[in-house]
């Protein structure tokens, strides 16, 4: 563990996992920033069953993402009455508290939207034209550009997610996976997130995530997908904007 | 499954297994952990179901049998490509191995002390220290609730997926809490005393999200005598 893992663990307990903690260091302040709420789901829990369960849904959204956003919040209205401060360490800490619980909202944000019941019309490949032109040209196809990013899916070492990105330089397509709740660099536009974190399959796959990620083809927002291909980094995070 | 102490030795000989140079004269060992130096999956020393309440029989199942073992396998796997790369003179490959190699083979490690350094109640899980580190305990901490109170801490600040530890340092012997991301294991200047998994697979299907009341609960099922054989 580094120094600033050792400064954080005790501090990221006081501050959120502990249930029982208190909320003192919540009080609000004039200049405290706004903040973030869980964003509803575009579909009910059960709606992308049975690829996702609805049990693995509920936690998922109400209590997994709720956490990021509620220590999110916490994080950010900490940084705001530590701007003054001279407690270096502790505001070292609070970046990568602000890092982790920031990257689960925007991920868990994205995910969400890029799922879609598989009775959905945007649910097939045709809604994505533009995309599926670019798949071809830098994958040589849909089904080669899937076998790939489930390839990176199940490589993934731990706790992480698997994206379809594009560059915001170049616009060419890439797959890249990002560690625990990293969000995609800032020279990228996430185009599709697939979580490959174990609660968001464990309770439906158990150890068969394979299985996962084969059967999330199948509950893909394509319609989304091309939205996002054919915009910028601006209209992605536009999910984002759901602040109080 | 077996329920004798004995098959400590046979988890010895697996972690040795991990290292090709001495898995060769390791092999015969009691328990027949591995055979022509592959790593195996050891027994456990007490059945599924022995740890509940505080861990399910389910999820010991399906981490022993499906996850250990799938670490067992794919670092047989990987050693093997090691191998044909070192033969082979190929740098590169072997460069790229690396990081499976720990992946897999800190799984393998780190679940075969796990499982050693839990027992049920009826096995002597649970309970205090004695001896030695007993006291050494009480010398950094001034007690095994601050102990446990730090692990706790260490493993719910966890981001992502890992391990926490209570180590000893080979050089000073002095005691510490180390969390470990993934499989990363304990080697080098740390000695492992006593590890608890902070993977979701090793608490969702009984706890959800709540893995603050699996920290809790693990505690109840500590053995305590593997955590002392292993104090020097």
Redesign the interface.
């Known amino acids: 563990?580094n120094f600033t893992?050792q400064l954080?663990?005790?501090?990221?307990?006081a501050l959120s996992?502990?249930?029982t903690a208190s909320s003192e260091q919540t009080c609000a302040i004039d200049s405290a920033p706004t903040e973030y709420s869980l964003p509803s789901l575009p579909y009910a829990y059960d709606a992308l069953a049975p690829y996702i369960s609805s049990q693995i849904m509920t936690?998922h959204h109400s209590?997994?993402h709720q956490?990021y956003v509620t220590n999110l919040n916490k994080a950010l209205s900490l940084e705001s009455s530590l701007t003054e401060s001279a407690d270096i360490p502790t505001r070292i800490a609070n970046q990568?508290a602000i890092k982790?619980n920031g990257g689960g909202h925007i991920n868990h944000s994205l995910f969400w939207k890029s799922l879609v019941p598989a009775s959905s019309p945007h649910a097939d490949t045709s809604n994505a034209p533009n995309l599926a032109k670019a798949l071809n040209a830098d994958f040589g196809g849909l089904e080669k550009f899937k076998d790939k990013f489930s390839a990176a899916l199940l490589g993934i070492?731990?706790?992480?997610w698997g994206w379809l990105v594009k560059g915001v330089e170049n616009g060419k397509l890439d797959i890249v996976t990002t560690?625990?709740?990293d969000p995609v660099e800032a020279k990228y536009v996430p185009i599709l997130g697939v979580d490959m974190?174990?609660?968001a399959y464990?309770?439906q796959y158990?150890?068969g995530k394979a299985d996962y990620v084969k059967n999330i083809w199948n509950i893909i927002n394509w319609n989304e997908a091309e939205v996002r291909f054919e915009g910028g980094r601006a209209d992605v995070f536009q999910v984002l904007q759901s602040k109080i | 499954m077996s329920t004798t102490l004995l098959r400590t030795t046979g988890f010895r000989s697996a972690l040795r297994a991990a290292a090709p140079s001495t898995s060769a004269r390791c092999a015969g060992l009691a328990g027949a952990t591995f055979t022509r130096g592959k790593a195996t999956l050891p027994d456990l020393p007490y059945d599924y179901g022995a740890l509940e309440p505080a861990i399910s029989g389910k999820i010991m199942e399906l981490h022993h049998s499906k996850h250990h073992a799938t670490y067992v396998n794919s670092l047989n796997s990987f050693s093997e490509q090691m191998g044909a790369a070192r033969d082979s003179e190929n740098v590169a490959a072997q460069i790229a191995l690396q990081p499976l190699i720990n992946f897999h083979g800190g799984g393998h490690l780190n679940h075969t002390l796990f499982w050693e350094n839990l027992a049920p109640k009826s096995q002597g899980g649970g309970g205090a220290p004695s001896g030695e580190l007993a006291r050494a305990i009480e010398g950094h901490w001034g007690g095994l609730g601050k102990l446990q109170e730090e692990m706790n801490k260490a493993l719910a600040g966890i981001q992502g997926s890992g391990w926490a530890w209570v180590v000893q340092d080979a050089q000073t012997g002095a005691l510490g809490v180390k969390t470990y991301a993934n499989q990363d294991p304990v080697v080098g200047q740390f000695r492992p005393i006593l590890g608890i998994d902070a993977w979701e697979h090793a608490y969702y299907l009984q706890y959800e999200n709540r893995k603050a009341e699996y920290f809790k609960a693990i505690w109840d099922v500590v053995n305590w005598k593997a955590a002392e054989k292993r104090y020097k």
Do not use: A, I, R
Request: charged share 15%; hydrophobic share 35%; no cysteine.
């Open positions: 563990m893992q954080l663990v005790p501090f990221l307990y996992w502990n249930p936690l209590k997994h956490t990568q982790f070492q731990g706790s992480g560690k625990d709740q974190w174990e609660h464990y309770l158990l150890n």
